[in-house]
């Protein structure tokens, strides 16, 4: 199963070439992976949230441009003890082209003691729902 949401490339996130600029998809990422953790039930107001970005990579399959509407996907593909990876592709909703595909791993982070900490087995059991065998 998978998370969607659906973006529009604004003028701002293109380049000179009306491209929509690499460091963009980074930005739709994080949309995309903060909708997912709020649909599984996590409040990620400033005070509360207890992840940190160990890893983001994103590879650019098609080019994306200003006005093009996007559908973002999002998908687990590993649960850890500490941490989960996600996974999106990066869709032109009018063509279903692939546009890019990103990957990110995401840690449950104790920010008073500063290391890492088991993810909670509620937690599992949500991102268990979006977990994909590629």
Same mark, same amino acid.
């Given at each position: 199963?998978?998370?969607?949401?659906?973006?529009?490339?604004?003028? *701002?996130? /293109?380049?000179?070439?009306?491209?929509?600029? !690499? %460091?963009?998809? &980074?930005?739709? +990422?994080?949309?995309?992976?903060?909708? &997912?953790?709020?649909? +599984?039930?996590?409040?990620? !107001?400033?005070? $509360?949230? *207890?992840?940190? +970005?160990?890893?983001?990579?994103?590879?650019?399959?098609?080019?994306?441009?200003? $006005?093009?509407?996007?559908?973002?996907? /999002?998908?687990? /593909?590993?649960?850890?003890?500490? *941490? &989960?990876?996600?996974?999106?592709?990066?869709? $032109?909703?009018? /063509? !279903? =082209?692939?546009?890019?595909?990103? =990957?990110?791993?995401?840690?449950? &982070?104790?920010?008073?003691?500063?290391?890492?900490?088991?993810?909670?087995?509620?937690?599992?059991?949500?991102?268990? %729902?979006? +977990?994909?065998?590629?």
């Amino acid at each position: 199963m998978e998370h969607e949401i659906q973006v529009i490339a604004r003028f *701002s996130e /293109t380049d000179a070439l009306g491209h929509i600029n !690499n %460091t963009s998809y &980074f930005i739709y +990422l994080e949309e995309a992976r903060i909708r &997912f953790l709020e649909m +599984l039930g996590f409040d990620l !107001n400033g005070q $509360n949230f *207890s992840f940190i +970005l160990a890893s983001a990579k994103c590879d650019y399959i098609s080019q994306g441009f200003f $006005n093009q509407q996007l559908r973002i996907t /999002t998908y687990v /593909t590993k649960i850890g003890t500490k *941490s &989960f990876q996600l996974e999106h592709d990066i869709i $032109n909703k009018d /063509t !279903n =082209q692939l546009i890019a595909h990103g =990957q990110v791993v995401m840690v449950y &982070f104790d920010f008073e003691k500063q290391q890492s900490k088991p993810l909670p087995e509620l937690m599992k059991q949500g991102l268990n %729902t979006y +977990l994909v065998h590629l």
